[in-house]
């Protein structure tokens, strides 16, 4: 059990062009996600924590207007990167929770590649 | 932010060596985690040691906490060459953090043949 998804795993887009990104629990209902970014060869950097119905929580320095957070249903969210620019191209990567404090599960991944 | 320090930040071993990896941190936390990361893909978790534990262990995985130190220490036993990947410790510390995980800068190992 706990397994989670992301769709697409990889997405190459024109600079400008606007990117959504799922994250789904499949085998459990998540209260809490989590979006993170992370650079080659880098660390994982939480962008934010979403809760089911409620709007998102942005990390210091993660542009909420340019990373919208969406989550609507106990098992799905999307993170949608708007007016992509080159330097948006990084890994996204999800987890997701039962409840706000208990384990992490975390989803693939997306490589996100803007030209 | 990034609070977590590991070293080294890559080793190279021969299979069937044993790999030792450390993370340090800042804060208090309530566990401390321990993940894999194969190239450009997902996490996946090793073990989690909570902050009244001082060591774990899981197959070839052994993990010890210092809370006095703040540090933590993840042995490789045996190790071979899928075992190469990069490793990320991460803290919890509910009270203060919420759910949030805070990832160390990870130690990439490699394991050759």
């Known amino acids: 059990g706990a397994v989670v998804s992301q769709h697409p795993s990889r997405v190459i887009c024109k600079s400008g062009t606007s990117v959504k990104i799922e994250c789904r629990s499949l085998d459990f209902q998540a209260t809490t996600m989590f979006w993170y970014r992370q650079f080659p060869k880098k660390s994982l950097m939480l962008m934010a924590t979403?809760?089911?119905?409620?709007?998102?929580?942005?990390e210091q320095g993660v542009e909420k207007d340019k990373f919208l957070i969406n989550h609507a249903s106990l098992t799905l969210s999307t993170l949608t990167v708007t007016s992509a620019h080159p330097e948006d191209s990084s890994f996204y990567i999800c987890?997701?929770?039962?409840?706000?404090?208990?384990?992490?599960?975390f989803g693939p991944g997306t490589r996100l590649t803007v030209l | 932010s990034q609070q977590g320090e590991e070293d080294p930040q890559a080793l190279s071993i021969q299979e069937g060596e044993n790999a030792t990896m450390n993370c340090s941190y800042k804060t208090s936390i309530n566990n401390l985690q321990w993940y894999r990361q194969n190239s450009g893909r997902g996490l996946v978790h090793l073990i989690l040691?909570?902050?009244?534990?001082r060591e774990k262990h899981s197959g070839r995985l052994r993990v010890t906490l210092d809370t006095s130190k703040k540090s933590s220490s993840l042995l490789i036993t045996a190790s071979r060459a899928a075992d190469t990947a990069s490793y990320f410790c991460a803290t919890a510390d509910y009270y203060n953090q919420g759910g949030k995980l805070i990832f160390g800068q990870g130690t990439e190992l490699s394991v050759k043949p």
């Open positions: 987890s997701a929770s039962k409840e706000s404090y208990n384990e992490q599960f």
């Open positions: 040691i909570r902050s009244n534990e």
């Open positions: 979403s809760n089911e119905g409620s709007k998102a929580t942005y």
